[in-house]
């Protein structure tokens, strides 16, 4: 139980790692906000983890809009008096050649995969700057650090989240805010199942990525929510402004 009665909001926690994560902070005790544009899949989070006895509950928030990131942290402040830890995890990918990568889908990712993590993190610090206290992960990727054919723009944006975290652990660490970055490397979500899907032959795409990992596999959506508890717990209380790499060793060769 190693953050009994935290009060934890996670984005894009109707699916993939931000599900694993609520399932695995919930279950070390934490009362878990599930947040997600996709209402349905963000009550299907609340019903897993309420099901094996956890605290969770579900809200929609769309984080490409301030007005919505704000609202979901006042409406957690107002029930639960605080928010302890902030999950900046929602994100989409764009993978297209980059002279077919329109304005309208640079506006997309940067809205959802930038300028979401940011609002998140404003509105969080707002809160945790008052209560002196708070635990702030954003979910970057491998790809913040090493390139990837057809991946520009959502690079682009990655690598912004991590050069952003490190610039805002600079300003509120000695304030009491822990603030982190995580990169995972290729996770089995529906994200990269979709990812997949756009090849001419979506197995043998898999097999390619499985190829690119050391350790031989995609990782799990549980692997990254274990790396998203250490980083949430009192165990990681000297790592601040880190962009923590989970991957198999993919970038390492
Ligand atoms: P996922 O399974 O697609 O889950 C992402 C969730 O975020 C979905 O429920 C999605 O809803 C939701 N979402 C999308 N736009 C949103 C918005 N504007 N506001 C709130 N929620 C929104 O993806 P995942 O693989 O778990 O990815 C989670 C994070 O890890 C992302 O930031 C991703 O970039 C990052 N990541 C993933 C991998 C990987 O290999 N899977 C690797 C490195 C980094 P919809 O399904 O309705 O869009």
Not at 27 to 34: D, H, N, P
Not at 86 to 113: Q, V, Y
């Amino acid at each position: 139980m190693r953050l009994k009665n935290k009060i934890a909001l996670i984005t894009g926690a109707g699916s993939g790692i931000g599900r694993a994560t609520a399932q695995c902070f919930a279950a070390e005790g934490a009362i878990v906000i599930a947040a997600d544009i996709n209402q349905a899949e963000a009550l299907i989070t609340q019903e897993l983890i309420e099901r094996v006895g956890g605290k969770c509950q579900a809200l929609q928030v769309d984080v490409s809009q301030e007005a919505q990131v704000k609202d979901a942290i006042a409406k957690t402040v107002s029930i639960y008096g605080r928010l302890d830890l902030m999950h900046n995890n929602a994100g989409i990918s764009i993978i297209k050649p980059m002279i077919e990568i329109t304005e309208a889908d640079l506006d997309r990712l940067i809205g959802i995969n930038f300028k979401g993590v940011f609002f998140g993190c404003k509105h969080a610090i707002a809160q945790m700057s008052q209560q002196k206290k708070g635990i702030i992960i954003n979910t970057a990727s491998e790809l913040a650090l090493v390139g990837q054919p057809l991946y520009s723009a959502y690079c682009g944006t990655k690598g912004a989240v991590v050069a952003m975290t490190r610039a805002l652990s600079a300003e509120w660490s000695a304030q009491g805010i822990r603030i982190n970055a995580l990169c995972p490397g290729p996770i089995d979500t529906p994200m990269l199942r979709a990812e997949f899907d756009l090849a001419t032959d979506p197995k043998a795409e898999a097999q390619a990525a499985i190829n690119s990992i050391p350790a031989g596999n995609l990782g799990t959506a549980e692997d990254i929510a274990k790396v998203a508890l250490f980083l949430a717990s009192d165990d990681a209380q000297f790592v601040h402004g880190a962009a923590i790499v989970a991957d198999g060793g993919k970038t390492t060769i």
